[in-house]
T-cell receptor
Framework: DAGITQSPRHKVTETGTPVTLRCHQT?????MYWYRQDPGHGLRLIHYSYGVKDTDKGEVSDGYSVSRSKTEDFLLTLESATSSQTSVYFC????????????FGPGTRLTVT | KQEVTQIPAALSVPEGENLVLNCSFTDSAIYNLQWFRQDPGKGLTSLLL?????REQTSGRLNASLDKSSGRSTLYIAASQPGDSATYLC???????????FGSGTQLTVLP
């Protein structure tokens, strides 16, 4: 499982509240990613990080921010949650250098009411 | 923009049958292609990765092929088992981007 954990695993929150999801890895991988998975849209990249304090936007970054102050942690923040952000959020890391193979965490199911 | 299509969306087969899942893509400038398995309510498990320079990869009963010229990949599952029931996703890392582009998946059911 590439040593990836996500917390919380489930969360219900109200519209307008801030939410932070955490991804933690234990194997010192440089690249980390946040995806969301929705019926009819598949998996889409939100943000990714290529090192401590180095991040960039993905396909669906509006309404999300990220931070990476330590190699092992990549945080995804919804500053003011909306119902359209109800989704399953997956964190991933890029494994062995050169192959670009990605490994995924167990996911966080977020419901915004 | 890379587009990835997986057909069929759902497939039901009897146990023991050999089967093929298809993945097609529009941009052949790729770094690699990954096949994943996703069980209901779970994360994605990487099954096979094919580098751009490779034609196929095998792991146990699974064999994945890649034909960049035609924009197609197949995942062959031999002697299917009920435990193979899951959604299978293909994803491509394109040369012009650092992100994976996913297909919508094929939901496989293997009947005992």
């Amino acid at each position: 499982d590439a040593g990836i954990t996500q917390s919380p695993r489930h969360k219900v929150t109200e519209t307008g509240t801030p939410v932070t999801l955490r991804c933690h890895q234990t194997e010192n991988h440089r690249y980390m990613y946040w995806y969301r998975q929705d019926p009819g849209h598949g998996l889409r990249l939100i943000h990714y990080s290529y090192g401590v304090k180095d991040t960039d936007k993905g396909e669906v970054s509006d309404g999300y921010s990220v931070s990476r102050s330590k190699t092992e942690d990549f945080l995804l923040t919804l500053e003011s949650a909306t119902s359209s952000q109800t989704s399953v959020y997956f964190c991933a890391i890029r494994g062995t250098e050169g192959t670009y193979e990605q490994y995924f965490g167990p996911g966080t199911r977020l419901t915004v009411t | 923009k890379q587009e990835v299509t997986q057909i069929p969306a759902a497939l039901s087969v009897p146990e023991g049958e050999n089967l093929v899942l298809n993945c097609s893509f529009t941009d052949s400038a790729i770094y690699n292609l990954q096949w994943f398995r996703q069980d209901p309510g779970k994360g994605l498990t990487s099954l096979l990765l094919i580098q751009s320079s490779q034609r196929e990869q095998t792991s146990g009963r699974l064999n994945a092929s890649l034909d960049k010229s035609s924009g197609r990949s197949t995942l062959y599952i031999a002697a299917s088992q009920p435990g193979d029931s899951a959604t299978y996703l293909c994803a491509l890392l394109s040369g012009s981007a650092r992100q994976l582009t996913f297909g919508s998946g094929t939901q496989l059911t293997v009947l005992p």
